[in-house]
């Protein structure tokens, strides 16, 4: 039995109340500090548990924040192919404009390809 209470605390106990009487009070003593280590054990797991449900409602996951990247990385994605179709019609609306515009650029064009005489 692990004695809650000193040696000298008990001493001075069985000398007021007998010895009997001492070592029932003294096991009563130990029954409480176990019953109160026993309930603070189940307080202290339970305020954990709460604490980490908390935490998990507010803070991101690794799961969130995968979520998160893929869904920006498609609406990237979609914008780069929106910006490269633009990218493609102006630049065909500017060789256009140059062909049609300078009289030259045809002769040059001619003359560049290799096909041509």
Same mark, same amino acid.
């Given at each position: 039995? &692990?004695?809650?209470?000193?040696?000298? =605390?008990?001493?001075? !106990? %069985? $000398?007021?109340?007998?010895?009997?009487? *001492?070592?029932?009070? &003294? $096991?009563? #003593?130990? =029954? @409480?500090?176990?019953?109160?280590?026993?309930?603070? %054990? +189940? !307080? *202290?797991? $339970? /305020?954990? !548990?709460?604490?980490?449900?908390? =935490?998990?409602?507010?803070?991101?996951? /690794?799961?969130?924040?995968?979520? +998160?990247?893929?869904?920006?990385?498609?609406?990237?994605?979609? %914008?780069?192919?929106?910006?490269?179709?633009?990218?493609? #019609?102006?630049?065909? @609306? =500017? &060789?256009?404009? #140059?062909?049609? #515009?300078?009289?030259?650029? +045809? %002769?040059?064009?001619?003359?560049?390809?290799?096909? &041509?005489?």
């Amino acid at each position: 039995m &692990a004695y809650v209470i000193d040696h000298e =605390l008990l001493e001075k !106990l %069985e $000398q007021k109340v007998g010895k009997e009487e *001492a070592k029932k009070i &003294a $096991q009563t #003593i130990e =029954l @409480i500090y176990k019953e109160l280590d026993k309930k603070s %054990e +189940v !307080l *202290a797991h $339970q /305020k954990k !548990l709460e604490l980490k449900d908390e =935490l998990t409602k507010e803070l991101a996951t /690794k799961a969130d924040l995968i979520l +998160v990247k893929t869904e920006l990385e498609a609406k990237i994605e979609k %914008e780069v192919l929106k910006l490269d179709k633009k990218f493609t #019609i102006m630049f065909l @609306i =500017l &060789a256009f404009l #140059i062909v049609f #515009i300078n009289k030259d650029a +045809v %002769e040059l064009l001619i003359k560049l390809l290799p096909f &041509a005489k």
